[in-house]
């Protein structure tokens, strides 16, 4: 339903580097950094996994991810960042791709972590969704205690609602209900899918119900 597309041309080669702290305020003044965040799913009970974060540029509720390297495509920036972050080896297939594109956001932050904080930043993200079994999901015990204090499993439709799944209310970012909106729209698409391949034993009725 979604897809990121990666084009190559000529023969680049890999050479990200970390800049000193100094150099990165300055790059992010004046360059819009490119991220993957990452709706990571429990496939046993079609919960995502948000953090709340500690840190700017969002220290609210948010979903894992991070900045993309030079040379990476989104699927390897998104492999990287889950060795990194929760210490999954994720096999790319599974069933369905485990790994999918959701949507893309643009964001304007007006706080940073680096100083001068207020200076804001800018970022252009793919969000993409990653299915985890029920092992890989409970294996998860939590994150990184530098940027996330907690983490909870909710079920997407109530994030687009608002709320957390024992109907606490919660102001999730709009960006957020969206990539759960669009995920949503892609598990509907899905199921419409296998329908039409079995539209002459389900009949059009089932179909249009769906």
Not at 33 to 57: E, H
Request: charged share 25%; net charge negative; hydrophobic share 35%.
């Amino acid at each position: 339903m979604f897809t990121t597309n990666h084009f190559i041309t000529g023969t680049p080669q890999a050479h990200s580097i970390f800049l000193p702290d100094a150099e990165y305020s300055l790059a992010l003044d004046c360059l819009v950094k490119a991220c993957t965040d990452i709706l990571l799913i429990r496939n046993d009970t079609k919960q995502v996994l948000l953090g709340k974060r500690r840190v700017f540029p969002q220290p609210d509720w948010w979903c894992l991810g991070g900045r993309m390297r030079p040379g990476e495509t989104v699927t390897t920036s998104v492999l990287r960042l889950l060795k990194n972050e929760v210490s999954l080896n994720v096999d790319e297939k599974f069933n369905l791709p485990r790994i999918r594109t959701i949507c893309t956001h643009s964001y304007v932050w007006g706080m940073r972590k680096q100083l001068p904080e207020e200076n804001g930043t800018s970022d252009l993200v793919c969000m993409m969704s990653v299915e985890l079994t029920k092992e890989e999901a409970e294996s998860i015990k939590e994150l990184d205690k530098n940027e996330y204090s907690s983490h909870r499993w909710v079920h997407p439709q109530n994030v687009v609602l608002g709320k957390w799944d024992d109907e606490t209310p919660q102001d999730f970012h709009p960006a957020l209900k969206k990539g759960c909106l669009n995920l949503l729209a892609m598990w509907k698409w899905d199921e419409l899918n296998i329908l039409l391949q079995k539209r002459e034993s389900v009949g059009d009725k089932e179909i249009v119900d769906k």
